[in-house]
């Protein structure tokens, strides 16, 4: 699947033209075509080639992760790649929901700041299941979907920037909002919220982070301004109600720009690094703050798995900086959400492990956990959902795998996320060729064992002995679970990613450090 013979050839060319797009200065036609493996296709010419972007083929078959595969694009050569995925699920006017999925492009060329939009059929599964591409939006990029309360069948928003390929150089880009009403198939033309300032420090910049909708009713959305150096969030200027208009820039506030201080904000104890942050979270408190929470880049093997808690006070709009964590990621984006129903916060992101530190490839992002927090302060671990199957090397794998900038909704008692994906194909695990979901089950249940166990650390527990195999078990819940069930036996427990589980008699002090394990002890 990561070749390029056959995602290519063409079998019968669509009648008609399905797209302009301008890049660089040269006009191109995307030309639509059904290729051999079922899957639609659409061509873009570009200066340097072509580039090909393929929808609908489904289940990765190859693959033992599971992943569905909304898109497809290459070849890896034509140096075009996926950015940007966010998901949502909508209702529609029929009755059925509906899963839009969104993303982007960069590389060589965002074909002009082109947005993508691909959705199942009304009523249709998501993870497993087929996505068409239904509408492209331009100019849109670093954009994510999301539908405000009480949005009526058939509505839904895409919030981020407007932009321009690299080769115009113009970097002033706008934050921007366009809206749909009949379940993504058409959107508005970007509508400007706030606007760039050219040769100023006043260009926006983000990802495709939540819309915070918080107990009052108002929404906020995070962005940084001028480059990465300041953050801010805009918010609505009232509660939201369903007459309002979130296309009109009267509608919405923005709050002061902090500024990075790596002075005042970085500890001692990160040692040196040429830290920053972006791509900040917009999350409400327990107590109903209002907080930014950012990635921090330029993490070294001093100092990894971090994030930086800013404070808005809705009333001023000032922004503040409260305080660094440690945060399950290494520099990448994560998205932050508030269980409505168990008042935790969960994330998806992509973790730091002890072998990234000892290859010294910290940006591996080729790692993706759950965590849970009561606070937004302090994080745990609750289980690992994807590791790298394609048989690299430790350091191969952090060099051209990557399942990253995850976007996730809640439905129901599972997770759905979309994943910027670099696999089996890629030529870097930054440079995705493919845009995956997938449906991560009983989210709540695969963390409720961390009310009885406690982390020791990463590797087998010690003491070591006694222990006894726990079998093949699908999560670290059902290790805990098999640890419990034999109570009188069983104080501590350790867990492989890739299914191994050890119950152990006495209580861990400590463990043996290696990555892809991860020991517990009762409480």
Not at 182 to 193: F, Q, Y
Not at 455 to 483: D, K, N, Q, T
Request: glycine fraction near 10%; charged fraction near 15%; hydrophobic fraction near 35%.
């Amino acid at each position: 699947r990561g070749a390029t013979s056959g995602r290519m050839a063409p079998s019968s060319w669509w009648t008609s033209r399905v797209g302009l797009v301008v890049v660089g200065v040269v006009a191109v036609t995307g030309r639509g075509y059904a290729s051999v493996d079922g899957a639609s296709c659409v061509e873009y010419s570009l200066p340097s080639g072509s580039v090909n972007t393929c929808s609908g083929r489904g289940l990765i078959e190859d693959s033992t992760l599971g992943l569905t595969e909304v898109l497809w694009v290459g070849p890896e050569t034509a140096h075009v790649y996926v950015g940007s995925p966010s998901i949502l699920k909508i209702p529609m006017p029929g009755g059925d929901d509906r899963w839009l999925t969104s993303h982007d492009f960069f590389g060589v060329s965002t074909l002009n700041a082109t947005v993508q939009v691909h959705a199942t059929d009304p009523g249709a599964p998501c993870c497993p299941g087929h996505f068409k591409l239904i509408a492209t939006i331009r100019p849109l990029y670093w954009a994510n979907l999301f539908a405000p309360p009480r949005a009526a069948p058939g509505e839904a928003y895409l919030i981020g920037v407007s932009g321009t390929d690299q080769s115009f150089g113009v970097y002033c880009r706008d934050a921007v909002i366009t809206k749909t009403t009949d379940g993504g198939e058409t959107w508005t033309t970007p509508s400007v919220l706030f606007k760039c300032v050219k040769n100023s420090s006043t260009t926006y910049h983000t990802a495709p982070t939540p819309v915070l909708v918080d107990s009052g009713g108002r929404l906020h959305r995070a962005y940084e301004v001028g480059g990465l150096t300041g953050a801010c969030i805009i918010s609505t200027t009232t509660p939201y109600t369903h007459g309002v208009d979130l296309l009109d820039p009267a509608s919405w506030v923005r709050s002061s720009v902090l500024e990075w201080n790596k002075t005042a904000m970085v500890p001692p104890s990160w040692g040196k690094g040429t830290f920053v942050w972006e791509e900040g979270n917009a999350v409400e408190g327990p107590n109903g703050e209002i907080y930014d929470i950012l990635r921090v880049d330029g993490q070294t093997v001093d100092a990894y798995n971090k994030a930086v808690i800013t404070e808005l006070d809705p009333t001023s709009g000032a922004l503040t900086f409260v305080k660094t964590i440690d945060f399950p990621s290494c520099p990448s984006k994560f998205v932050i959400r508030r269980d409505p129903a168990t008042k935790q916060y969960f994330t998806l992101s992509t973790d730091v492990t002890p072998e990234a530190v000892d290859l010294v490839t910290i940006f591996a992002r080729n790692h993706l956990v759950l965590s849970v927090s009561t606070d937004l302060f302090t994080w745990k671990f609750c289980d690992t959902l994807l590791t790298d199957d394609t048989g690299f090397t430790p350091a191969d794998s952090a060099k051209y795998t990557g399942f990253h900038y995850v976007d996730w909704q809640f439905d129901g008692d599972d997770i759905v996320y979309a994943a910027r994906t670099g696999y089996r194909g890629s030529n870097s695990f930054h440079n995705a060729n493919r845009l995956t979901v997938k449906r991560e089950t009983g989210y709540v249940d695969r963390c409720a064992y961390l009310s009885a166990y406690r982390e020791v650390g990463y590797g087998w527990c010690r003491p070591i002995v006694p222990w006894v195999h726990g079998g093949l078990v699908p999560s670290y819940a059902s290790c805990a679970a098999a640890c419990t069930a034999h109570s009188t036996t069983c104080t501590s427990f350790a867990r492989m990613d890739s299914g191994a589980c050890a119950l152990y008699a006495l209580a861990a002090t400590n463990s043996s450090g290696e990555s892809g394990v991860r020991c517990f002890t009762r409480k």
